[in-house]
């Protein structure tokens, strides 16, 4: 037999593991490092529970807001494609499952879902809905009760706070930065809090009318009182008699401006207005604040120390 020369496939059998090696450690490090530097995956709802998260998390994290500003999110409802992102990511996080009805739903079917769901509202004593008692006879949730919560200053205050923890809870490595962000921002809320406490508390007059019972949190907080012309929805109409009702309070309290939102349609608050011989302006929910909008600066503070200017004013020509 003849004598096979084994030292150059040594040499390459050496060379090829080496180079394997590398290659597998060149693998390693450039997982270990895009593993290091990949941000955590969130997607909420609609703007509020967006602009809260936005502030804790910051560069941490890619947002998404998965409703449309254009939308009412009372009568939102997710697509197929929004619920592969919600199931996609790493954080879901909502307002309540009273305002995000679809919520309950969708976490019970995605039994596989790699996000966390997250509600935002949690440990908040939440207030019955104000509604009328045409809508109460065709309502089936008897227990309906008011998410509207980031409306007040305060209990925004708790959203961020919620939503902190879970950002810390999931992603540990950017606790502080988590901390530090999350405390600046709940000391905008707390300086809000207090312009809205010493314009509003002391005002001589304190009942507006709204197009729906979006500001009981904020009215409670600041004592004043709010009459909603329909309930937690705004799609929902009056009946005639609580029409009437509204012309007499309106005339009673000397009321000459009737609230509507932003995204909702105003034609029942403008009907009123006709009626009484009122004006109309836009109190803003902030349901829904464009990308547009967003771009020129406008944000949750901006918008609701806009809000207070309004109550002010309103409040002070009755």
Request: aromatic share 6%; glycine share 4%.
């Amino acid at each position: 037999m003849k004598n096979i020369n084994l030292k150059p496939l040594l040499t390459i059998s050496i060379s090829l593991f080496l180079l394997a090696g590398c290659s597998s450690k060149s693998i390693s490090t450039s997982n270990k490092s895009e593993n290091k530097s990949k941000k955590i995956k969130i997607v909420t709802t609609f703007y509020p529970v967006y602009e809260f998260t936005k502030n804790v998390a910051k560069d941490n994290a890619d947002i998404k807001l998965l409703i449309p500003s254009s939308i009412e999110p009372h009568e939102w409802e997710p697509t197929p494609k929004d619920v592969g992102e919600i199931q996609n990511a790493d954080l879901f996080i909502y307002n309540s499952p009273y305002m995000e009805t679809w919520v309950p739903n969708i976490e019970k079917s995605l039994s596989n879902k790699r996000s966390s769901f997250i509600e935002a509202s949690s440990g908040i004593s939440l207030i019955e809905g104000q509604e009328n008692e045409d809508e109460q006879s065709t309502n089936n949730n008897t227990e309906q009760m008011d998410p509207h919560v980031w409306l007040s200053p305060v209990l925004a205050q708790k959203e961020v706070q919620n939503i902190t923890k879970a950002l810390i809870n999931i992603d540990p490595a950017h606790t502080e930065e988590y901390k530090k962000n999350s405390d600046d921002y709940v000391k905008k809320l707390q300086v809000l809090d207090h312009q809205y406490r010493t314009t509003l508390m002391n005002m001589k007059n304190k009942e507006i009318i709204t197009q729906h019972a979006a500001f009981g949190y904020l009215t409670k907080q600041y004592g004043l009182v709010q009459v909603p012309i329909a309930g937690l929805s705004p799609s929902n109409e009056p009946s005639p008699s609580r029409m009437a009702e509204l012309k007499q309070f309106a005339k009673n309290h000397d009321i000459n401006t009737i609230f509507f939102e932003e995204v909702a349609s105003p034609k029942v608050a403008k009907t009123l207005a006709n009626e009484i011989g009122a004006k109309t302006a836009v109190l803003n929910t902030l349901e829904g604040l464009s990308e547009e909008e967003q771009k020129q600066g406008i944000d949750y503070i901006s918008v609701m120390e806009n809000n207070l200017k309004i109550l002010k004013k309103v409040l002070e020509n009755k």
